[in-house]
């Protein structure tokens, strides 16, 4: 068994583990996030060190935290940041009852990686298709050209294909992961210049959206959505997103509305406007469910 390190750390707010990690988890076969019943949740991830895997646990208020392999160490500097130490919500103002009770009730805090990369493989995996498709794509790419989890994580968990193992990948093998030609070329043309897009999480805001959008085929929607989790961005929405408008539409104005709609009805919360989404899809009241479902695609088989 590799050798470890190992760090507590005690947060001044109410930490609910299980939420603040929620948006990092990539379907319930993920390779890089495991969650136990009796014991801790299991991360593994691409660090400037090299891999490494991070097992988190809560005890009596305070977190637990193990790491092994190369990147232990900057995975154990992270944990407070990553656990939302650094979310700052002064100045909120809710707008609406909804969001009113759901701020007073729930302990709801932005987590942020502080790293960009292998966020930015799974968003752009999951750009146009169905959750289903991305999921199934992410966990052939992890499983086949990802490094092994460093330390005793549980079998079958891996760290996503580090930019060089990205561009290593041949055509033949992007099909076979059901990969579409739009979203290899944005992955090729991210893992070019990941060094450069890592600098991203340090500008943040806008400044660390527009960094990433420089890269052909990653828009806004992708561009948000890491931003979410690399640096807790509290106001980046995810603009194009098949469900989020409705949510907000339902939960805010009780009936559908596109993505115009969604941007008027949050603008009084910014610069807080995917706190407000994410308190939505925490505890908000969903949208009907009514008509077919889109149709997930294999393209293994085209």
């Known amino acids: 068994m590799q050798a470890h390190l190992e760090h507590g750390w005690r947060p001044d707010f109410a930490?609910?583990?299980?939420?603040?990690?929620?948006?990092?988890?990539?379907?319930?076969?993920d390779p890089t996030f495991r969650v136990t019943d009796t014991g801790p949740t299991w991360l593994v991830a691409n660090t400037p060190a090299g891999v490494g895997t991070l097992a988190l646990r809560v005890a009596g208020g305070e977190v637990r935290a193990s790491a092994w392999g190369d990147g232990?160490?900057?995975?154990?500097?992270?944990?407070?940041?990553?656990?939302?130490a650094d979310d700052d919500h002064s100045g909120f103002v809710a707008h609406h009852p909804l969001i009113a009770d759901l701020h007073r009730r729930m302990s709801l805090r932005l987590g942020a990686t502080g790293r960009v990369w292998d966020l930015l493989v799974a968003s752009v995996l999951e750009q146009k298709v169905t959750g289903y498709e991305a999921h199934r794509s992410w966990r052939e790419l992890c499983r086949r050209f990802g490094t092994a989890a460093p330390g005793p994580a549980p079998a079958g968990m891996f760290a996503p294909p580090a930019p060089h193992a990205t561009l290593a990948i041949q055509d033949w093998e992007w099909h076979r992961a059901g990969v579409d030609l739009a979203r290899r070329k944005a992955l090729v043309g991210a893992a070019q210049v990941a060094h450069r897009l890592?600098?991203?999480?340090?500008?943040?805001?806008?400044?660390?959206?527009?960094?990433?959008?420089?890269?052909p085929g990653i828009g806004f929607w992708t561009a948000a959505e890491v931003a979410q989790r690399a640096w807790g961005?509290?106001?980046?929405?995810?603009?194009?997103?098949?469900?989020i408008p409705g949510l907000v539409g339902y939960a805010l104005l009780g009936r559908k509305i596109d993505d115009k709609g969604m941007l008027a009805v949050l603008a009084p919360y910014a610069p807080h406007r995917h706190r407000v989404v994410r308190y939505i899809e925490a505890g908000g009241p969903g949208k009907p469910r009514f008509g077919p479902r889109y149709a997930a695609r294999d393209f293994r088989e085209m």
Request: glycine share 12%.
């Open 15 to 29: 930490l609910d583990l299980r939420s603040v990690l929620a948006p990092l988890r990539r379907g319930y076969g």
């Open 233 to 243: 961005d509290p106001d980046a929405v995810s603009v194009g997103d098949f469900h």
């Open 198 to 215: 890592e600098k991203a999480a340090e500008l943040r805001g806008r400044a660390g959206r527009d960094l990433l959008r420089k890269v």
């Open 72 to 84: 232990a160490e900057v995975l154990l500097d992270g944990v407070p940041r990553l656990l939302g």
